[in-house]
């Protein structure tokens, strides 16, 4: 019987740069890790031990060093998590090619973008997720992973593996296929838009169903009228996306801290 590994969801398209960009003043820190720059936020302490909680988080098309995703990073710092995201795109994001309000700026092509970026990450990202672990890793520690749109399969990788971390979530994924739902071994908490055109209805039955067949802890979170990138690029100004903008982080915070403090 030949099984299928179709596509659940798509590359990068136009409406990962939907949204605006929202004001405030990160708080992490700028690093270097195996070799790649990287964003580091940390939680509130009163003492001198390395946090036990460790979140390794992989950005949108954004990526790391951009307002937006700071932010949401420094959410998770704010609620007692050391966050850690690397800058895939080198410098490089799609943050460069935008003019905001406008859409991408003239001349600049996503897919020829995409290419080389997904191969450095896919490439770069296990060395750099060791080297992370070597540094940040004491008793006690335990390892939780979010991604976004482009982060999404990084975060999937994770749950594949036996012992690199304990649960994961991700929003508004890329890059999927019906494999990643296969091979996971560790919870998963999905938060999707009802209509996507990179992650169809279609599809998310599609993984649900693979999950279930396998009788795997996981969570479909699904919000109505809002669009692929809720979670990092909603319009804060409207109520209701401000509203499932917080609720997704607020689902991701819950679901990690249950298998964490398990």
Known sequence: MTTTNKTLAGPVSDCCAQGMKHVGTPVGQKINIGGMDTYISYPPTSSSEKPKKIILAFPDIFGTFYVNTDLVLDHFASHG?????????????????????????????????????????????????KAVKEEFSAPGTQWATIGYCFGAPFVMDLLAEDDAVVAGAFAHPAFLDEDHFRKIKK?????????????????????????????????AQLFGGVHHGFGTRADITNPYEK?????????FEAWLNLFLDA
Do not use: N
């Open 243 to 251: 509203w499932v903008k917080e609720e997704c982080a607020k689902g």
């Open 81 to 129: 998590f050391l966050v850690i995201a690397p800058d895939y795109f080198q410098g490089d994001s799609v943050a460069k090619h935008v003019e905001e309000g406008v859409g991408f700026k003239p001349g600049f092509d996503l897919a020829t973008w995409v290419t080389p970026h997904i191969q450095f990450a896919k490439k770069a990202t296990p060395p750099w997720v």
């Open 187 to 219: 919870p998963l908490f999905m938060s999707l838009p009802d209509i996507d055109q990179l992650c169809p209805a279609e599809s998310r039955h599609v993984a649900e169903e693979i999950l279930t067949k396998k009788e795997h802890k996981y969570v």
